[in-house]
C-alpha cells in the first residue's frame, strides 16, 4: 500500500481509512468496503539546536543564575524522541545539570555564573550543536528574522512599446557580528506552479564569526514560487534580503534591500520615500500563519484590501493609489497595514516604474536615487485623469 500525502505529517500515529468497491469477474462492482489501518511516524534523529534562555536572578552569594530550555528539532522541523541525550557545555559559569535527555524534544537547565561575564552556552545532541550567546546582542541582530520574498522577477524581452528588463534575483544576506561562528537554518516556503500546494525547504548554514554568506534564492527554488523566507539562528545574526539584477560584464547590481521583522504583527506604518525615478512604491505582504488573512493597506484615504492565503505572500503596488493621493513634503508617502493576525509587511526592494513629479512652477522636479532634492514637489496626473 501506498500513501501519498501534501501535509506534513508530525511524529506520532494517524488512522488511515481505506474505501474499495468490490470487482465482481474482473469488472468493478459489488458492495463498498472500508478498512482501517495505523501509520506511525516516528521522528527522525536531531538536526537543530535551539535555545532560550529565561530570566537571571541573583543568588546570595552573589553570582547570577538564568534557566535555560534546549529545543532540539529533526529535518522535519518536529521535536525529537524523548530520551535523546545532550552535553552541556559554557566558556563562563557552571550548568546544573550538564548530562541531560530530552522529553518530548525539550529539555531543561540551570547557568550559574559570575555577573558581568558573557557566557556563550553550547548543546552537543549527537550530530548536531547549538549555542546561546548571554551578552549584549549587536544592533539589529536577532536570533529569527522573517521575510516576504516577492521581489523576483523573470526576465522582460522587448517588444513594441516595452523594454527590455533582466531578470531580478533575491538573495538572503546573514552576518555573523559575534566572535563565535553559528548556525543559520534558512526556512523556504515555496508554490507549486502547477498545483498551487506551499512547501517548505530548509537549508543549513554554517556561518563564521564575524563573516557573511550570501544565499542566491532564486538558485534554490528553480521552477517555483519563493512566497516567503524564515531565518533562525542559534546566536544573534544580522540578516537582509537583497534584490539584485544583472549588469554590464557578468556583474550584478543592488537593488535595495530590507531588514525584515523579528517578530511578525498586526499592524505596520511604513514610510515610501522618494516615489520618483524608478522609486520603491510597493509594499511586500506575507503571511508566516496558517489562517487566511485579510489585511488592509491604506494610503491616505484610499482602503485596498488583500486576502492572504496561509504561507502565502503578495506585492501590492501603490502606484496608482499614489497617483490619487498626492505626496507631501519631499515625496513621502504613508502607508499603513492592517491585519487581524501577525503578518510581514516590508518595502519591496526593488524600485517600481517611475511617477512623473513636477514643481510647482510647472518644471520637472529633479531626484537623486529616487530622493527629491531642492524642489516643493507635487505629483502630476496623467493626462486625461
Not at 469477474?25 to 535555545?51: H, N, Q, W, Y
Not at 528539532?73 to 524522541?81: E, G, H, K, P, T
Not at 546561546?132 to 522573517?146: D, I, N
Amino acid at each position: 500500500m501506498r500513501v501519498q500525502t501534501h501535509s506534513t505529517l508530525r511524529p506520532g500515529s494517524y488512522r488511515l481509512t481505506l474505501t474499495a468497491r468490490q470487482g465482481v469477474s474482473g469488472r468493478v462492482g459489488g458492495r463498498l468496503r472500508t478498512a482501517t489501518a495505523i501509520l506511525t511516524v516516528e521522528s527522525a534523529g536531531p538536526d537543530f539546536v535551539t535555545m532560550q534562555a529565561g530570566r537571571a536572578t541573583t543568588r546570595r552569594d552573589g553570582l547570577r543564575a538564568v534557566p535555560i530550555t534546549v529545543h532540539v528539532v529533526d529535518q522535519s522541523d518536529a521535536l525529537v524522541r524523548a530520551g535523546t541525550p545532550l552535553t552541556l557545555d559554557s566558556t563562563d559559569g557552571v550548568l546544573q545539570p550538564a548530562q541531560i535527555r530530552t522529553r518530548g524534544g525539550i529539555a531543561h537547565a540551570t547557568l550559574v555564573y559570575v555577573p558581568g561575564t558573557r557566557p556563550v552556552v553550547t548543546a552537543n545532541a549527537l550530530v548536531t550543536s547549538g549555542r546561546l550567546y548571554l551578552g549584549l546582542v549587536p544592533a539589529g541582530a536577532s536570533t529569527t528574522r522573517y521575510f516576504a520574498a516577492s521581489s523576483g522577477r523573470d526576465a522582460v524581452s522587448a517588444s513594441r512599446g516595452r523594454q527590455a528588463a533582466p531578470a531580478i534575483g533575491e538573495d538572503i544576506v546573514v552576518r555573523d557580528p559575534l566572535s563565535i561562528p553559528t548556525q543559520v537554518r534558512l526556512r523556504l516556503y515555496v508554490a507549486d506552479p502547477a498545483t498551487g500546494s506551499i512547501a517548505a525547504q530548509l537549508v543549513s548554514l554554517q556561518v563564521s564569526a564575524h563573516s557573511t554568506d550570501v544565499t542566491r534564492l532564486d538558485a534554490l527554488v528553480a521552477g517555483h514560487t519563493l512566497v516567503g523566507v524564515d531565518v533562525q539562528s542559534d546566536v544573534p545574526v544580522i540578516s537582509r534580503r537583497v534584490a539584485r539584477q544583472a549588469a554590464a560584464h557578468g556583474q550584478t547590481r543592488s537593488l535595495g534591500a530590507t531588514a525584515g521583522v523579528a517578530t511578525p504583527r498586526p499592524a505596520y506604518n511604513l514610510t515610501l520615500v522618494g516615489v520618483v525615478h524608478g522609486a520603491h512604491t510597493a509594499i511586500d505582504l506575507y503571511n508566516p500563519t496558517q489562517q487566511i488573512e485579510v489585511v488592509r493597506v491604506a494610503v491616505g484615504r484610499h482602503v485596498i484590501r488583500h486576502v492572504l492565503l496561509p504561507r502565502g505572500s503578495l506585492r501590492v503596488e501603490l502606484a496608482t493609489v499614489i497617483a490619487a493621493t498626492p505626496p507631501r513634503g519631499h515625496g513621502k508617502v504613508g502607508v499603513t497595514v492592517r491585519a487581524s493576525a501577525p503578518i510581514v509587511a516590508e518595502i519591496d526592494p526593488a524600485p517600481s516604474p517611475a511617477l512623473p513629479f513636477a514643481t510647482t512652477k510647472g518644471q520637472a522636479c529633479v531626484g537623486v536615487n529616487g530622493y527629491v532634492r531642492s524642489c516643493a514637489a507635487h505629483y502630476l496626473p496623467p493626462k486625461g485623469s
